[in-house]
Structure formats: C-alpha cells, structure tokens
T-cell receptor
Framework: GAVVSQHPSRVICKSGTSVKIECRSLDFQATTMFWYRQFPKKSLMLMATSNEGSKATYEQGVEKDKFLINHASLTLSTLTVTSAHPEDSSFYIC????????????FGPGTRLTVL | SQQGEEDPQALSIQEGENATMNCSYKTSINNLQWYRQNSGRGLVHLIL?????REKHSGRLRVTLDTSKKSSSLLITASRAADTASYFCATDGAGGYNKLIFGAGTRLAVHP
C-alpha cells in the first residue's frame, strides 16, 4: 500500500515558539491531504483539508492563523503551529487519499507535540 | 464537528473470543470505513463498506451497515492478543471529497 511519512515524530518546544510538521506521500501523489489532531484516548478531529496549489480549507473552530498549512507540491504538506501554547500539545496526524475507487486513506505515523 | 458514537468505549476480552464494536453516525454517507490504531501510532485501514452494501467480510473481520438506523458494527472473530488496539469508524460523504469524520473509537484489549 501507499506510504505516508511525517516528520518529526516527536517534538518538544517552549511556549511561544512555532513548530513545523511535514507530511509526505512517499510513492504517490496527493493533491489533497488532511490534518487531524488527537487528544489522549480520544478520536481524531479533522482540522483542515490541505489542497495542493491553493489555500487550505479549515474546519469550523480551527484557527487558520494559528495552524498554517502549506501544500507546495504533490507530495508534501506542512502544518505549522504558530506561537504554540501548552494547550496545543497533542498528537497530529496527516492522511492522504489513495488512488482508485477504494476511497482508502493512508495515514502518517503521527507527530507528538509537547509544548512546555 | 465529529459525528458518531462508538459502543462500547472500551472492551476487554480473552483470546479466542469474538469482539463486537458498534458505531452510529448522523448524516448521509457514501461509505463507512473502519480503521485500527495501535497506541501512539497512525491509523491502518481495515475495511470499507459502501452505503448500498449491508455486509462485508475480510479475513476475521465482518462489517455490517444499516443505513436506516445509521449504524455499523465491526466483528472480530477468534481474537488474538495482537488485535489489541483502538478501532474507529469513519464516514465519508459528510462534507466533501474523501473527507473522513471519525467516531469516538473503541479501545479493545485482548488478553492471552
């Protein structure tokens, strides 16, 4: 199956700094990618849809100036958490839809962000 | 907003037993998918059932879909300790192209 990678897998930062998380589709192209956040023992909450070559579409309640998304190529989307605060600490996961009719999505391994 | 409740939230069984997890959703769907997540890891796609299908099998997995009740179930037969994970249903069709909305998930623990 298709592979999606994320980098870094873990990051610890100080409050007020910005953190960039990369999501790459390794062996396929993805014009669309999705970003989720997940709190401990909770479900995935869709944050935004990343669109290659255009602006991301954010879900209701997600601050677009706080969570900057850039989808500069067909294999890379980045999520930047700006001016991070402890409440931004979470598990961030990206996904990309596969090709064909299966409608399967391929998920990255996730990035654990801890803001001190 | 997230939709879907999963039932039970947590399930603890012995190896060899069957595990049944249920999922409900609120809006119309194109399909419903089940994913598995090991602790602190990404999600793995298990099975997809389309809105015009009622039952689907894949190995030890059996999924049912009742669109009139807006519910689905995932049955894992002859469970193994390696099946220990969280299981999520996700619906596609709530808002657009391939956008998945996840249920709350069931944490399954299978004891040797």
């Amino acid at each position: 199956g298709a592979v999606v990678s994320q980098h870094p897998s873990r990051v610890i930062c100080k409050s007020g700094t910005s953190v960039k998380i990369e999501c790459r589709s390794l062996d396929f192209q993805a014009t669309t990618m999705f970003w989720y956040r997940q709190f401990p023992k909770k479900s995935l909450m869709l944050m935004a849809t990343s669109n290659e070559g255009s602006k991301a579409t954010y879900e209701q309640g997600v601050e677009k100036d706080k969570f900057l998304i850039n989808h500069a190529s067909l294999t890379l989307s980045t999520l930047t958490v700006t001016s991070a605060h402890p409440e931004d600490s979470s598990f961030y996961i990206c996904s990309a839809p596969g090709q064909g009719a299966r409608n399967e999505q391929f998920f990255g391994p996730g990035t654990r962000l801890t803001v001190l | 907003s997230q939709q879907g409740e999963e039932d039970p939230q947590a399930l603890s069984i012995q190896e060899g037993e069957n595990a049944t997890m249920n999922c409900s959703y609120k809006t119309s769907i194109n399909n419903l998918q089940w994913y598995r997540q090991n602790s602190g890891r990404g999600l793995v796609h298990l099975i997809l059932i389309r809105s015009n299908e009622r039952e689907k099998h894949s190995g030890r997995l059996r999924v049912t879909l009742d669109t009139s009740k807006k519910s689905s179930s995932l049955l894992i037969t002859a469970s193994r300790a390696a099946d220990t994970a969280s299981y999520f249903c996700a619906t596609d069709g709530a808002g657009g192209y391939n956008k998945l909305i996840f249920g709350a998930g069931t944490r399954l623990a299978v004891h040797p």
